[in-house]
């Protein structure tokens, strides 16, 4: 979707001045001080989502959606999203879904990525309409017609996004874009005898607690992987996709777009992998979105509120930023680059006269070993010699 070009804005005015009547030295702070107060800003511009006219929302925290399914009512289900945001842009999701009948059934997923800093974006007025990246197929081509009228292929999975709708049905979201990175899938069903069947993503990777995952291709590695062919022993990969969050001024995330599981997940070979299933169970359990289901994802009527934001002081960051970047610290550092270097030329040095001690004495114990074996031969032949003198001698007595 398009995004929304943001003001002008005048270069911020500077706190901290350097005078050139001042020491070098009180110089040096000013600048260390402006420049830390500039990048404060920068850090705190990416985390923040700014609401007109002074309202602002602090984006890192733990965004949760619980709902369970009241007592006496049948089927008992209870479903729970997390999303966190953490404030080095990466994020981690899981959604896990418990249905109680006369068996119990368990979804669960788990995604790892990154979030981008808010931005303004022109969305579909209707919540159904697609504004999430569909997926493609592996190597498919999506083909769109330039203004010259020749074919050309989109890098990314948004070429297959519905043509934009008139500017009159149009809105202005602050929009909070999801990068998924892996994604892992498990379901687990409890028959009435207690017994378990557990189907999990195939995969000889794991996310970073361990569960069996599937990467998410960048959009440069799914376009260079086009004509590439799959090893066996290779495991597949998703075709990349973003997910869409608008960021309402109380703080919650809503996710925008009407897709579905079929649109991320179609029925292939890389969809069967991330289910968990064989190709030949497909026709017994059914397709991949049918077993991952369209709830793996919260949709416009589950709100994400902030239940736990991550603390952040602009002191601290401040304090370490000034210490980080003072004459004298770079100075301790520069000297204990120069220390470790001068250690390490130490170290290869007596490794080197080490590997010379080692050759020495095999050089040794070989040059003994081959003495030994040059008398040992040695007496061998004296006494094959002796032998040969006793034999001709004999031989000479028995002629006369």
């Known amino acids: 979707m398009p995004e929304v070009a943001a003001a002008p804005s005048s270069p911020p005015k500077k706190l901290f001045r350097s005078d050139p009547d001042l020491p070098p030295a009180v110089n040096g702070v000013a600048d260390v001080l402006q420049d830390g107060i500039e990048a404060l800003l920068k850090v705190v511009d990416t985390k923040v989502n700014w609401v007109l006219p ?24 209870t479903i729970h999203y997390k999303l966190t945001l953490k404030d080095d842009n990466s994020c981690e999701y899981t959604w896990q879904r418990i249905e109680q009948t006369k068996k119990k059934t368990e979804h669960s997923m788990r995604m790892f990525g990154e979030w981008k800093q808010p931005e303004k974006r022109r969305v579909p007025l209707s919540s159904d309409s697609n504004v999430d990246s569909p997926v493609p197929e592996r190597g498919a081509s999506p083909v769109g017609v330039t203004e010259e009228g020749s074919e050309s292929r989109p890098n990314t999975a948004g070429s297959y996004a519905a043509p934009e709708p008139e500017a009159a049905e149009m809105r202005v979201i602050d929009a909070l874009v999801i990068v998924p990175q892996s994604l892992g899938f498990e379901r687990n069903t409890t028959g009435s005898t207690g017994k378990t069947v557990t189907i999990a993503t195939k995969s000889q990777s794991v996310d970073k607690v361990g569960h069996a995952c599937l990467k998410v291709a960048s959009p440069e590695e799914w376009a260079s992987s086009k004509d590439a062919e799959v090893a066996k022993d290779e495991d597949p990969v998703i075709a990349p996709f973003e997910l869409l969050f608008e960021v309402k001024e109380s703080g919650e995330l809503v996710r925008c777009g009407g897709q579905k599981a079929q649109d991320f997940f179609p029925p292939n070979a890389t969809s069967i992998a991330l289910a968990g299933i064989t190709a030949k169970a497909v026709a017994r359990l059914g397709e991949p979105h049918t077993i991952i289901t369209d709830l793996w994802m919260p949709d416009a009527e589950m709100p994400l509120p902030n239940k736990h934001s991550m603390p952040f002081s602009p002191l601290h960051w401040l304090a370490t930023y000034l210490k980080t970047h003072s004459p004298t610290y770079e100075k301790h550092v520069a000297k204990q680059a120069a220390i470790q270097a001068e250690l390490a030329a130490i170290a290869a040095e007596a490794k080197a006269d080490e590997i010379a001690a080692e050759l020495a004495v095999i050089a040794a114990a070989l040059a003994l070993t081959q003495k030994q074996a040059h008398d040992w031969l040695l007496e061998k032949a004296k006494f094959a010699l002796e032998k040969c003198r006793e034999e001709d001698t004999d031989s000479e007595e028995d002629d006369n």
Not at 55 to 73: A, R
């Open 54 to 77: 002074n309202n602002w929302v602090w984006l890192p925290g733990d965004y949760e959606w619980h709902e369970q399914t009241p007592e006496g009512k049948t089927p008992q289900v």
